[in-house]
């Protein structure tokens, strides 16, 4: 138990399709961050939000909107996803941007058809 | 068992034998660096880290040595357990150093052999 929740843990989508993944964390923290981690690539920073608002968007394409209602939610709603999208999302969270270590969450692997 | 170079992909050592694990950064500047474990179907967790104002660190049974002079960082593990299968990631927290930007390395996969 990590303490950074992320569903769904797999998700099968076609191009057209629109879904959203989900993080939930538990342990008071106030930035959270979406990464992408593709088969032989590093981990990508995508965004970071603090205290539910956006502060870095790392050129990632509109196909990807996030959403922070609260400090303990984010979300990632997909839409039009190309297949180079396929990879592993990971959430993460940290007491605020400036704080390290992130506690990461176990991902969703996604798979665009 | 000691990796050679900056970087190797895959890195096998025998169970109970040390290991050492390389990775280069980018950025002089940089103030900050931690190591990650991921185990398959698992996230990144969270193994050690060091300031740039230290040059070694120490854990149990993990060492981190951080050399600025040629940008190198080192992740070592005593006596390498089964457990410690995995693939290991170095990452630097460049300057402003508050924006919560990591920059992650390639990872190198750790086998342990019985």
């Known amino acids: 138990e990590t303490g950074v929740t992320q569903t769904p843990r797999h998700l099968v989508m076609g191009m057209t399709n629109k879904k959203s993944l989900k993080c939930e964390q538990h342990?008071?923290?106030?930035?959270m961050y979406w990464y992408k981690q593709s088969a032989k690539k590093p981990l990508e920073l995508m965004f970071v939000?603090?205290?539910?608002?956006?502060?870095e968007n790392n050129s990632v394409p509109s196909r990807f909107s996030p959403e922070c209602p609260n400090s303990s939610h984010l979300f990632l709603h997909l839409h039009t996803l190309q297949p180079e999208d396929s990879a592993l999302y990971l959430c993460?969270?940290?007491?605020?941007?400036?704080?390290?270590?992130?506690?990461f969450g176990d991902g969703t692997r996604l798979s665009i058809l | 068992g000691e990796s050679v170079g900056l970087h190797l992909p895959t890195l096998s050592v025998q169970e109970g034998d040390n290991s050492i694990i390389n990775c280069a950064y980018s950025n002089s500047a940089s103030d900050y660096f931690i190591w990650y474990k991921q185990e398959s179907g698992k996230g990144p967790q969270f193994i050690i880290d060091?300031?740039?104002?230290?040059d070694k660190r120490q854990g149990q049974r993990v060492t981190v040595l951080l050399n600025k002079t040629v940008k190198h960082l080192s992740l070592q593990i005593a006596a390498t357990q089964p457990g410690d299968s995995a693939v290991y990631f170095c990452?630097?927290?460049?300057?402003?150093?508050?924006?919560?930007?990591?920059?992650f390395g390639q990872g190198t996969t750790l086998q342990v052999k019985p």
């Open positions: 993460a969270s940290s007491q605020s941007p400036g704080d390290q270590p992130q506690h």
């Open positions: 990452a630097e927290n460049p300057p402003p150093g508050n924006t919560g930007k990591l920059i």
């Open positions: 060091i300031r740039s104002n230290m």
């Open positions: 939000y603090n205290f539910k608002e956006q502060t």
């Open positions: 342990l008071g923290h106030n930035a």
